[in-house]
């Protein structure tokens, strides 16, 4: 149980082009979602923590009209990257946590994107 | 200096070695997870823990919150277990990941 399905896995597009990175849970609700992004050689970075039904809460320094986050139902988030340039260029990848803060948070496999 | 320190960086062992990651935290934490991370990026949860010790197959995790330390065994190393491991610790209001540099292992046969 607790499968969480990341989409598309790799993007590679132009620059200026907007990218939509899918994140849903499959077997649970998930009241909190979470996306991390993770540069080469880097240790992952929490970007943005969203609650279903409430507008996500960024970290400092990640720029909330680049990076939109929508969590409209309790099985799906999506990240999308608004015109995007090659210093976007990284893995990005979501978590689901269902239920408060003592519980598990369970990883989809990522995006790695690329943008030209 | 980073919240969460992870030792080694890079570990290279032979095919049934006992193998001993280290992760050292700064911050109060509620728990904390070693996660697998395969060379496809994706992320696997091994344990999650407050307290003590857990024990899942070959793998062992165990906490020590006084002294703000955790380590991670892995019994009868194999291949298959290359990969590179990540201490993360849950903090901040919401709960979120605070992530360790990771820790990459090669197990030869």
């Known amino acids: 149980g607790a499968v969480v399905s990341q989409h598309p896995s790799r993007v590679i597009c132009k620059s200026g082009t907007s990218v939509k990175i899918e994140c849903r849970s499959l077997?649970?609700?998930?009241?909190?979602m979470f996306w991390y992004r993770q540069f080469p050689k880097q240790s992952l970075m929490l970007m943005a923590t969203?609650?279903?039904?409430?507008?996500?809460?960024?970290e400092q320094g990640v720029e909330k009209d680049k990076f939109l986050i929508n969590h409209a139902s309790l099985t799906l988030s999506t990240l999308t990257v608004t015109s995007a340039h090659p210093e976007d260029s990284s893995f990005y990848i979501c978590s689901a946590r269902r239920g408060g803060v003592g519980q598990p948070q369970h990883f989809g496999d990522g995006t790695r994107l690329s943008i030209l | 200096k980073n919240e969460v320190e992870q030792s080694p960086q890079n570990l290279t062992a032979q095919e049934g070695e006992f193998i001993t990651i280290n992760c050292s935290y700064s911050v109060g934490i509620s728990a904390l997870h070693w996660l697998q991370q395969h060379p496809g990026g994706g992320i696997v949860s091994l344990f999650m823990?407050?307290?003590g010790k857990k024990k899942h197959g070959r793998l062992i995790a165990t906490i020590n919150i006084q002294e703000k330390h955790s380590s991670l065994h892995i019994t009868a190393s194999h291949p298959r277990d290359s990969a590179v491991y990540i201490c993360a610790v849950v903090g901040g209001s919401q709960g979120n990941l605070i992530f360790g540099k990771g820790t990459k292992l090669s197990v030869k046969p």
């Open positions: 969203s609650n279903e039904g409430s507008k996500a809460t960024y």
């Open positions: 077997d649970f609700q998930a009241t909190t």
């Open positions: 823990l407050s307290s």
